[in-house]
């Protein structure tokens, strides 16, 4: 499976283009400039500072390449076409990340955000990039599937499932300073969950940052039935097996994701405070995978089930 990669830097001192319609540009002193987004997104970005903005061409240089990373993820979104890798070297992880907010902000009602994804949470993974920490994406209306339920694949271009820990707020969490403690608290409860992966981006000389403008090749998300208290479970040692068309394919437990499923939790919220932005109340937070994924086509049916947060299961269709 591809890795997953951001190492924060900063962004655009200056609004970088006109506000599109619904949304407003919004000075902070010291802070670079946020976007206030539509109603049907709730999220406010933030673009922050850089070295770009004291050098004009090469601020249009960075214009353009995010302008080609926003139509690669147009060209693959939902279209099963896996796109190719960027060609940009100089293509940092902030501007990987303004590409996946852009393209955020063109999703239309009934579209909306519904929660998190952190990826890159086990070792091997980081170690397949030399890199040190997770990165995230979003979580759609669209791709949100109940347990059981017949999940259309025919959109992705080389879907994977991942068996996960989902967490429900039932409070804000906004770094920076957030504790496991603090996730603990903010948790109104948990569901086993499936996740979706498409690798949409294929070919040589794939970048993080391609994966990263990929929304973190986030495919969907299968929700479990049953809403369990934290507090009634010690996460590290949850076990989960997952079967494949009723075949043994991994077993796993929660250690296999930064130690504790909760650590990814703490990570995220404080790595959004770097964008000036949050976890809200009522998001569904996936953690990272417990077992390696499996690769799926339509007709397969795969269900993991864990020791005591109960089972969750999905068949795939066209």
Known sequence: MIALIILYRRNQATAPEPAPAGVKWRRKP?????????????????????????NPEMAERQGGRIR?????????FRTGIAAQPLEYNTFTEADAYNVQYK??????????????KVALTTKAAREHLGVHEPCYGHILSSC???????????????????????????HNLRGPGVTP??????????????????????GDGIQATDVIIHNALHGG???????IALDSLDLQYEGVTVEYNGELHGTGTGFEVMGN???????????????????RAGETIISGSMVTPVEIKPGDYVKATYSRMGSVGARFVA
């Open 68 to 76: 080609i990373g926003v139509e690669s993820v147009r060209r693959s």
């Open 144 to 170: 949100v599937y109940a347990n059981d339920a017949d999940v259309p694949i025919a959109s992705l271009a080389a879907p994977h499932i991942e068996a996960e820990t989902a967490f429900v707020l039932g």
């Open 103 to 116: 393209f955020l902000r063109e999703l239309q009602p009934p579209e909306t955000i519904t929660g998190h």
């Open 181 to 202: 403690v603090d996730v603990m608290r903010a948790t109104l409860g948990i569901l086993p969950a499936l996740e979706l992966v498409d690798l949409k981006v294929q």
């Open 261 to 279: 499923p909760i650590n990814p939790i703490v990570w995220l919220a404080n790595k959004l405070a770097e964008y000036d932005d949050y976890l």
């Open 30 to 54: 010291g802070r670079g400039y946020a976007m206030t987004h539509p109603p049907n997104l709730g999220v406010e970005i933030a673009m922050k500072p850089t070295t770009y903005d004291v």
């Open 221 to 227: 998300l299968v929700d479990g039935s049953r809403l």
